[in-house]
């Protein structure tokens, strides 16, 4: 699978390289005709899709959020986190990668018709420009996912507007100067196209073992071989219509969410449906991995290295390949393990975290000791960071974030942290950096989660019907979280789960899971944004000396209101005079 993926993005490389938004494709040495007669040529045009998705490996714009820093004084996000965000200068932005890849996606749907996609096999041809047109689809409205979410927008004259809907492809001819469509009318376009791309996908891509497995709309037109060639597991990880479900889970969360809903038509309870459509298919609460709180760890190195063959584990509805290397570990681990310390877990984020009894620190009947703040707590935060005295690495090492001890105390040397934290998850400790003994371990991204979309219905369901609403689907969001806490080693019974009665308390609960449960994961920051709460809430840190705890601001966050909203690109604005730009920007 991994050879079969390599060579094909080698193949969408021919017609790769980044272009601005309204402007034409560049020309290639190959003309557009010599399409028809070479698949793997035309294929090239959907693969640009695929090649461009910005969710292949992990951003950290967590440390541009109250969850963390970094020591890399360089890194992009901590300068926009700290006042030098603007139109010009935009980390998030989405626009030229997402209209580039758009424009290749509407040039395959206007030509797919015409390529002989086989020249063997009965119904073979129709079978792959089908699969092509949803895998179009799908991606189109995911890219329009992305654009909507970094630069979607409320304008000086109170209208809540997205980005221009591109639905044919450019050329030199076309009208380059376009305006922006409605918010409500992109998310429209996003649920038309993700319709188009369900008609055409399977829910996976898997083997079938009988003529009486093929599906209606091609039974008595192939046979088994064929039908596999097409849709069967050879070709997993490409888009299917189960992810489609959860992109469309994805987009009316987005909708329904405080930032946005005054300009949409997109209810809490419409997202609620969309996320359980996905979780449905796996059995709803029940069928929530036992292990999806960390499957990227050592102790799912079995299930990891099985994963060759394209096939998902439990918790992993989506991801990219599986690869060998060190460099989440190289970037991450403290300087005593050879590492770079990169990304930095804030006080915040560490206070988030409730105890094992599953009381937030601040409540009275949690038992928390501020002289000893790190027993008895919630067991994800020893799973997800690194505090004074843990033990991190393939040999186990202790690390001493405590001032002056070690060089993986408090501003010990370039490396080391800056909140008296390091990130542990997402990182597999049996990755070795000593020079002598250095080794590499599989690693893959999860592009998309089922914790993720148990989240999203909890969220959706709590502010549709309540903390114990189920509309139509049996489940509640008081069921989900319950179900979260207890994977997650809260102890049992929950009795503070129990005594949350209101939405708006369930509301607090949901909130802090998500940011729990998805730290790193590149969610945070957009999070606080569709939410409207707060985007200045300074990074602390804690400074450990002879024992005593001393709590501090490390970084200062710089964000105006208006920045709830990304900007349209500056450069765009000045090309295309039609394009309005988000307040305040």
Known sequence: MKKKLIILLAMALVFSGCQDFLSPADENNRGLDDIYGDAAFAEGLLLNGYVRLPSGSYSFNDVATDDA?????????????????SAMNNPMEEWSSGFAAIQYLNRILKETDKVDWATTGEYTKEMFNDRTKGEAYGLRA??????????????????????????????????????????????????????????????????????????????????????NRVFGAYNRQRLTARIVKAIRARVSILAASPAFNQGTTVKWSDAADDAAKVLDLIGGVSGMASNGGSWYAKSNSGEIDGLSAGANPAEVLWRTNVSDENTLESDNYPPSLYGEGRVNPTQNLVNAFPMANGYPITDAASGYDPNNPYANRDPRLNKYVVVNGSSEGPGGSTVYTEVGKTDDGLDAISTSTRTGYYMRKLLREDVNLDPVNTNTQKHYVA????????????????????????????????????????????????????????KEDMRKLIHNERRLELCFEGFRFWDLRRWKESITDPAQGVRITNGNFQFSTVEKRQYSDYMYYGPIPYNEILKANNLEQNAGW
């Open 69 to 85: 820093v970094t020591n890399d004084g360089n890194n992009q996000y901590l300068s926009m986190a700290t006042g030098q965000w």
């Open 142 to 227: 995911l890219f329009m996912y992305y654009l909507l979410q970094a630069h979607g927008g409320w304008t000086s004259d109170g209208r809540l507007l997205g980005v221009p809907i591109l639905t044919e492809p450019l050329d030199a001819k076309s009208d380059f100067n376009l305006p922006r469509n409605t918010f409500e009318e992109c998310v429209q376009q996003i649920y038309k196209d993700l319709d188009q791309a369900e008609k055409y996908l399977p829910l996976d891509f898997e083997d079938i073992n009988s003529t009486s497995e093929i599906p209606d709309k091609y039974a008595g037109k192939t046979n088994v071989s064929d039908y």
């Open 447 to 502: 592009r998309i989660r089922y914790t993720e979309i148990f989240l999203d219905y909890a969220e959706a369901a709590n502010e549709a019907w309540g903390p114990d609403g189920e509309g139509t689907h049996g489940y509640s969001a008081r069921d989900v979280i319950a179900a979260l806490r207890e994977r997650a080693g809260i102890s049992q019974p929950d009795d503070y789960l129990a005594s949350i009665s209101t």
